[in-house]
């Protein structure tokens, strides 16, 4: 009964590919996260959704794409991996009362492009 | 350009003893800010909030302190246990009408037995 959950745990793939990252959460929040941990350990966040809707969308390539198919779910395909892309990607969810609330977060998706 | 920032990136204090763990933020809008603690291999989990009305907000034995003059907050662990390793995030948000948090670099303790 995790709360949010990201699948895979690890994915190691060759430049070029693309690849899918999945998060669920099963707290009944309404607004879904996707953060990358570069490197240097910073938390920047790439995108966030609200009922569906995406309302963050932060200076990121445009290979990057989220999809909402429902309010529980959060999904992130990559196209065209880059090497700079290697990071750790965590999904977050929360509920939103006009402020952010407490965010959650997965596991953690290590992502290592070669 | 960092809003937030925790100048130490890591402490090591002795079991029984307080930690100090700082956060330094610049946007005078950020009127909510979180700690949040991580271990290897496992995402942020929340510990402790506190909102700009408060100057400080205790549960158990985490406190978290907020300065808005000086735009600096800081949790205190105490007694710290061993238990307490980890790497701790700090997170400010602008409040109402924002859905994002702007995090920390962090700082890892590490508490010594």
């Known amino acids: 009964d995790t709360a949010v959950s990201q699948t895979p745990k690890y994915l190691v793939t060759q430049m070029g590919n693309d690849k899918s990252i999945k998060c669920e959460q099963n707290?009944?929040?309404?607004?879904m996260y996707w953060y990358k941990q570069d490197s240097k350990k910073f938390l920047k966040i790439m995108f966030s959704?609200?009922?569906?809707?995406?309302?963050i969308n932060e200076t990121v390539p445009n290979r990057f794409s989220p999809k909402s198919p429902d309010k529980a779910h959060l999904n992130l395909h990559i196209n065209s991996l880059e090497l700079g892309d290697s990071a750790v990607y965590f999904c977050?969810?929360?509920?939103?009362?006009?402020?952010?609330?407490?965010?959650?977060f997965g596991p953690g998706t290590r992502l290592l492009v070669l | 350009d960092q809003q937030v920032k925790q100048n130490s990136p890591s402490l090591s204090v002795q079991e029984g003893r307080i930690s100090i763990l700082n956060c330094d933020y610049t946007?005078?809008?950020?009127?909510?800010f979180l700690w949040y603690k991580k271990y290897p291999a496992e995402g942020p989990t929340f510990l402790i909030s506190?909102?700009?009305?408060?100057d400080k907000n205790e549960d158990g034995r985490f406190t978290v302190f907020l300065n808005k003059s000086a735009k600096h907050l800081s949790l205190h662990i105490v007694p710290s246990q061993p238990g307490d390793s980890a790497v701790y995030f700090c997170?400010?948000?602008?409040?109402?009408?924002?859905?994002?948090?702007?995090f920390g670099t962090g700082t890892r303790l590490k508490v010594l037995a």
């Open positions: 959704y609200n009922n569906k809707e995406l309302i």
């Open positions: 946007n005078s809008m950020f009127d909510y």
């Open positions: 707290l009944g929040h309404d607004t």
């Open positions: 506190i909102s700009s009305i408060k």
């Open positions: 997170a400010a948000s602008a409040g109402a009408g924002t859905y994002k948090y702007i």
């Open positions: 977050a969810s929360s509920q939103y009362s006009g402020a952010p609330g407490t965010q959650y």
